[in-house]
C-alpha cells in the first residue's frame, strides 16, 4: 500500500497507532499514585518525542545511509525555529507559512554547509559541519543580535511582540500558534476513572508530521537513491568507477537530511513560540547523533526509539530527587535507607545525563545496532524458546 | 581501428620519472596484455587512463576523445570500465544489489534522484542484474551479502558489475595476483567467454606469464617507465630484449 511492500505498510502502520494511542499507553499509571511521575503522556513532553523523532529520522537519512557523520545538525533546528518564529511575527500566528519557511531556509542553509562540508570526509567533515553550527551558534547568540539589526534576539531569545506587524492576525484568531483557529495548546481532558489522558492538538500536529516523514523516509530507503547512498557508504572508489559521482548523492542526503532538522526546528517553534541560540549549541548536535546510535542507525524505527528513549530520560529522570528516592526505601532501616539513596543519588535529578551515558556505553559495546539490535535479539530468543517448548510438549504425550 | 591512443605519456613522482614517452594503441575486439617487472609503472599507466592520476605530459585518446582531465566517473560513463588489483565492490551490500547499481549507472547516468518509486519496481534493471548474475554463474548467490564471498567469487562479480554496463573497453589490473591456481585458470577461461562472447576490447596488466600467453593478442613490455617493445605473443616469448628485462636473465 501507499507504494511500500507489506513489511514496510506494518511498521508504518503500526508506528501511526502508536502516535495516535501515544497519549494513553504513555500514562499507564493513575494521576494521584506515587508511579504518576514516570507517565509521559502530557502534551509537552510527547510533542518533543514526536519532534526529535522527526530530527533523528532525518539525521538518520544521512548518517545511517551514507555515513558522513554531521557534527552539525543542531544549525538547521535553529534555523527552522527561527524562520517558524519570523513568520509568527511578520504574518501571524498560523503555523503553517512557519512550518513551510523552516524547511525552506533550512533547505538553503544545507546546500551552502554541504557543498563546503562534503569536500572532505571522515573525521574532517565532521569538524567542518560542527565548525559551521557553531559559528551559526555565535551568530544567532550576538552577531546577529544588535540594535540595528536584530534578527535573532540573542540571549532573551526571538519571540513575538505586541508591536510586531502580524498582518494576517484576527482578533477573532487564537494569540497563540494555531492551525487555521485551532490552537495547538488546545488540550482534551480526558478522565477514565483514576485515569487522566491529555488529547493536544500541537502534539496531533506534530505527530501527523513525524508519520509523512517516516512514510518519506521509509520510501527514500527502499529507493534507487537509497541504495546509492548506501554505496556510498559501502565503497566510494567502486562507486566513481561504475560512473556514479557520488558528491551530489551526498549532498542531496544532505539537504534532505537538514530539511527535516529544519521541519523539527519550526515544529518546536509551532508548539511554543520562542527560539532561542542554544538550541543551535554542539551538544543539541550531539544528542542527535546519541538518538540515532542508540536506536540503531540505518535502521528505520531506530532513530525514532533512540530519540523517544532520550527524551523521556532528560525529562522524568532528572525530575526524579533525594526526596523521592527516601519515599521509595522508605521501607527500609534508616541507615540502609540513607546508603541506597547515597548510592543511587549521582544517577539521578541533574546526574541523569550520567546514566544516559552508562546506557549509551552499554549499548554501543554489546548491541552495536542500538535498541532496534535489542528488539530482534529479543524477538529470536523469545522464538527459540517457543521451538524448544514445542517438540517436548510433542514428546510427553507419547511417554 | 585502435579505440585506445596513448601518445608521448609521462609522469614524475618527485625525483622518480615512473612513466616517460609511453606510446600505446590498443586495437578494437583485441585483447592486448602489458606486461613488465614491478615498478615499471603498469599501475601508473592505467591509473592515468581512467582519471585517477593526471600525466604531466603527453595524450590519450578514448575513440576519438581526450580523457585527460576528466574523473573517473565521467571516463567510465564514455565506455571504460575498470578491474582492480584487489576486487572493489559493495561489501554491505547484497550480491544482487552490487549488480544493480551499474546498470542505474548506465540507465541514469552520474547522478538521479529517484528518492520515491521502490528499487523493486525497477523491472529492466532487475532483469538486467538477473541476467548478469546468471552469466556469472552467481545467481545462486544474489541474496549474499557480497563481503561474505570468496575471492574468486569476489573478482567474478567485479567483472561481472563492469559487464554490466557494456563497456567498449574493460581494464584489468593484475586480475589473478594472489589467487590460487584453480581460480586463475577459472579466471582465465571466464575472460576468454568474455572476449569471444562480447564486442569488447580488453587491456590487461599481469605478471603471471600463464595468463598472459592464454589471453593476449598483443603485448606492450613495459620496463623504467618506457615501451621495450610491442609485439604479437609468438614475437614476444623469443625477444632476448624482453627476456632480459622482464625475466632478469641476460641474453
Ligand atoms: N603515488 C605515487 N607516489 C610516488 N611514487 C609512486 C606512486 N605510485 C607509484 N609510484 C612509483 O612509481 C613506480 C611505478 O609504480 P607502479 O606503476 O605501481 O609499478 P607496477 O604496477 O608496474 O609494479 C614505482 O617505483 C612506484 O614506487
Ligand atoms: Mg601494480
Redesign the pocket.
Known sequence: MFGLNTKDTKSLFIVAFLVVVAPFILNPFPAASAMAQFNAGYPDLMQKFVIFGIFAIGFNILFGLTGYLSFGHAAFLGIGSYSCVWMFKLLGYNVIPGIVLSVIISGIFALAIGFVSLRRSGIYFSILTLAFAQMSFALAYSVLSNPKFNLTNGETGLQVYANDPQWFHRDSLPDLPHLFGLSMRATHKLEIGAWEFQLNAGYYLCALMMLVCFYLAIRIFRSPFGLMLRAVKSNQQRMNYTGLNTRPYTLAAFVISGMYAGLAGGLLSAVDPLAGAERMQWTASGEVVLMTILGGAGTLIGPVLGAGFIKYFENIFSKINDHVLHSWFAFLPDGLEDFVVFLIHPFIGKGWHLTLGILFMLVVIFLPGGLVEGGQRLGKWLHRRKAKDTPSAKTEPAE | MSILEVKNVG?R??G?Q??SKVNLSVKENTVHAII????????????CLVGK?MPDSGSVMFDGQSVLGRAPYEINQMGISRVFQTPEIFGDLTVLENMMIPCFAKRDGAFTLNALPGVQKQKDILQKAEQMLEEMRMSDKRHMHAAALSRGDKRRLEIGMCLSQDPRLLLL??PTAGMARADTNNTIDLLKEISDQRDITIAI?EHDMHVVFSLANRITV?AQ?TPLVEDDPENIRGNPKVREAYLGETA
Do not use: C, H, V
Open positions: 609522469k613522482f618527485g622518480l615512473a612513466l613488465g617487472p614491478n615498478g615499471a609503472g603498469k599501475s601508473t599507466l592505467l591509473n592520476l589490473d593484475e596488466i613495459l617507465g
